[in-house]
């Protein structure tokens, strides 16, 4: 009969490596993650690395879409506001417009008018989060300043004409922003700021040239109109960034969710390995231990 001459060294190999298996299972339990290392699964932790960086874009993307939601809601309620102005303003010129007002309630439509195009420049001054929304790219810049010098006054733009945007994980880009300039147009047929001004000069001496004031007053109604105009391109990205962020929120739920059911352990598997583990050792440590008392002949049957 022959008989292997490192039977010894070869259970207690066995044993070993049973013991190393067991730390591994009870690691595995405690922690509840199937992979705690690269030789472990070498192909499910490189999923699992692909599975982590498109969570972490997702992550990203989240994070700067709350950042630009609360701008853009910001510019859609100013602009909000700033309707309600000038709809307010073209009611008044128009009061002013049909002849039956005095000297002093005409100037006193202009004082008015004139208060409406403080509030309306504070508007287009908004700032959030220390920036300038309507500034273009200047965002540190003061857009809109408006200068007395001169009869009627003269409102300028010292923004840019930059438009940013935002691009969603599926390539989708959003616009975030729109120019000061594109939306007060501070000169030019639908400046909110040309016909404000105007309006203020055309009743501040209390008698009004009709056909000029009439003419500024529908130059309002259009700049009005022109406003409107830009505040749906800010809704407009407002339900696509709604839209987008709950499909990155979705997809980032289906991500997490195989992330975890590639790393997780599954308990009840592990324990049941775990007690066939330790059944295994203590097997091999009972070997080991009756053959360590005499020779391996003595066991042998006679």
Request: net charge negative.
């Amino acid at each position: 009969m022959r008989v292997d001459p490192n039977y010894i060294s070869n259970l207690v190999s066995s044993l070993d490596q049973t013991q190393l298996t067991e730390q591994q299972l009870t690691a595995e339990l405690s922690s509840g993650v199937r992979v705690n290392s690269l030789s472990q699964d070498p192909v499910s932790s490189g999923e699992n690395v692909l599975l982590l960086n498109q969570i972490q874009q997702d992550d990203s993307f989240t994070q700067s879409s709350n950042l630009v939601t609360g701008q853009l809601q910001v510019a859609d309620s100013t602009l909000g506001s700033v309707v309600s102005q000038l709809t307010q303003a073209i009611s008044l010129a128009t009061s002013a417009n049909n002849g039956t007002l005095n000297s002093s309630d005409v100037r006193s439509i202009s004082s008015q008018i004139s208060g409406i195009l403080d509030e309306v420049q504070g508007l287009a001054n908004t700032s959030y989060q220390g920036q300038y929304i309507f500034a273009g790219g200047q965002t540190s810049t003061t857009p809109f300043a408006t200068s007395t010098s001169t009869s009627p006054a003269v409102t300028t733009y010292k923004g840019d004409e930059d438009v940013n945007y935002l691009q969603t994980p599926n390539g989708q880009k959003i616009q975030l922003n729109v120019p000061g300039d594109q939306i007060f147009s501070a000169s030019g047929s639908n400046s909110v700021f040309g016909a404000l001004n105007n309006l203020v000069a055309d009743y501040s001496s209390g008698s009004v040239d009709t056909a000029k004031a009439v003419s500024d007053t529908e130059a309002l109604g259009t700049a009005l109109n022109y406003v409107s105009q830009q505040r749906v391109t800010i809704d407009n990205s407002i339900t696509q960034l709604t839209a987008a962020s709950d499909a990155v929120t979705g997809n980032q739920t289906q991500l997490t969710a195989a992330q975890t059911n590639l790393m997780q352990a599954d308990v009840a598997q592990v324990s049941t390995q775990l007690s066939l583990s330790e059944t295994q050792q203590t097997a091999l440590e009972d070997v080991i231990s009756r053959l360590g008392s005499g020779s391996l002949f003595d066991k042998l049957p006679n």
